[in-house]
Nanobody, 124 residues
Framework: QVQLVESGGGLVQAGGSLRLSCAASGRTFSTYTMGWFRQAPGKEREFVATTSGWSGSTTYYADSVKGRFTISRDNAKNTVTLQMNSLKPEDTAVYYC????????????????WGQGTQVTVSS
């Protein structure tokens, strides 16, 4: 029912910035909670940021990215973005966007729809 396509990953030096984008299909995009998660080699998939559906959405951030990352959505364009500033080597991971109505927005298991992932590498 829903397809998510991510873009914007790449290689950047520490202190630099990247903007990730997720394009979503479907007529019910605005009703979904959207989340960004990341997974580094040998690590579990972890919460990064979420934004609730409809207008006036509420955003949440992991402590590790608060103040550096910004999640936003454009329901008219069916897109979600993650602006990442002041990047650190520990931000290196595959970043995934997710959509759904999860009971806990910070847990990946509750999201039925996922993008393919995009690699972010931050060099020191």
């Amino acid at each position: 029912q829903v397809q998510l396509v991510e873009s914007g990953g790449g290689l950047v030096q520490a202190g630099g910035s990247l903007r990730l984008s997720c394009a979503a299909s479907g007529r019910t995009f605005s009703t979904y909670t959207m989340g960004w998660f990341r997974q580094a080699p040998g690590k579990e998939r972890e919460f990064v940021a979420t934004t609730s559906g409809w207008s006036g959405s509420t955003t949440y951030y992991a402590d590790s990215v608060k103040g550096r990352f910004t999640i936003s959505r454009d329901n008219a364009k069916n897109t979600v973005t993650l602006q990442m500033n002041s990047l650190k080597p520990e931000d290196t991971a595959v970043y995934y966007c997710a959509a759904g109505a999860p009971p806990n927005t910070r847990l990946p298991a509750g999201y039925p729809y996922w993008g393919q992932g995009t690699q972010v590498t931050v060099s020191s």
